[in-house]
């Protein structure tokens, strides 16, 4: 008798044991027990360091954009961290106007899937729909390339691949909302990127 009460008081034990460490790793699943941290300023200045990791990135485009391919954006949003950290510019800032200019990569104006450039270089007519790239991580190092040709005098660190970096008026842009009337001619420009940027913010800190 005494050995099965203790039996039970063993098995009672493990029960409460494993529902106590239970309850440790499911902090956030519950939305009431979310941590909410406190939303980042959004960034303004191109040179600098961006905040989202990878991971986040990745899911906040494949939330505004379900249907993409999920593989392909987790590479692509790897590739805006690396390229950008190579030349510190500020890979969130990159990865915004990306969204911006793709329409979160859903397309639908002067470039296509196919010419890997993710930010509209060259874009001016349907003559003249863009400059090509061999490959998405090329892409996206043109595009960290003409940001800080605008951004910054400093030299590049990588190769050069922007063929039309030799044409920017270097360090005439150092904000987002710089780049309207240079990098696009729409005059809310920075406004829409910072949009995007507040929406990602939300998106990844306040969830």
Same mark, same amino acid.
């Given at each position: &008798? *005494? &050995?099965?009460?203790? #039996?039970?008081?063993?098995?009672?034990?493990?029960?409460?044991?494993?529902?106590?460490? #239970?309850?440790?790793?499911? *902090?956030?699943?519950?939305?009431?027990?979310?941590?909410?941290?406190?939303?980042?300023r959004i960034p303004e200045r191109i &040179?600098?360091?961006?905040?989202?990791?990878s991971g986040d990135l990745a899911s906040f485009?494949?939330?505004?954009?379900p249907q993409g391919d999920a593989d392909f954006v987790k590479t692509l949003t790897g590739y805006y961290?690396?390229?950008?950290?190579?030349?510190?510019?500020?890979?969130?800032?990159?990865?915004?106007?990306?969204?911006?200019?793709t329409g979160f990569l859903k397309y639908g104006n002067l470039a296509t899937p196919d010419m890997n450039n993710f930010c509209g270089l060259g874009s001016i007519s349907e003559a003249?729909?863009?400059?090509?790239?061999?490959?998405?991580?090329?892409?996206?190092?043109?595009?960290?390339?003409?940001?800080?040709?605008?951004a910054s005098a400093d030299p590049l660190v990588q190769d050069l691949v922007?063929?039309?970096?030799?044409?920017?008026?270097?360090?005439?842009?150092?904000?987002?909302?710089?780049?309207?009337?240079k990098w696009a001619t729409d005059p809310d420009y920075g406004d829409k990127i910072a949009g995007i940027l507040r929406r990602l913010y939300a998106f990844a800190f306040d969830r």
């Open positions: &008798m *005494v &050995m099965r009460y203790l #039996g039970v008081l063993w098995l009672l034990f493990l029960f409460f044991s494993c529902a106590t460490s #239970g309850a440790g790793s499911g *902090v956030g699943e519950n939305p009431a027990e979310r941590i909410h941290l406190p939303i980042p &040179m600098g360091k961006g905040l989202v990791p485009l494949l939330s505004a954009n961290i690396q390229e950008a950290d190579l030349e510190g510019v500020n890979h969130d800032i990159a990865f915004a106007q990306m969204c911006l200019e003249e729909p863009g400059e090509r790239f061999p490959n998405p991580q090329i892409g996206v190092r043109a595009q960290i390339q003409h940001l800080k040709g605008y922007d063929p039309r970096f030799k044409w920017i008026p270097r360090g005439s842009a150092g904000t987002i909302h710089d780049l309207a009337g």
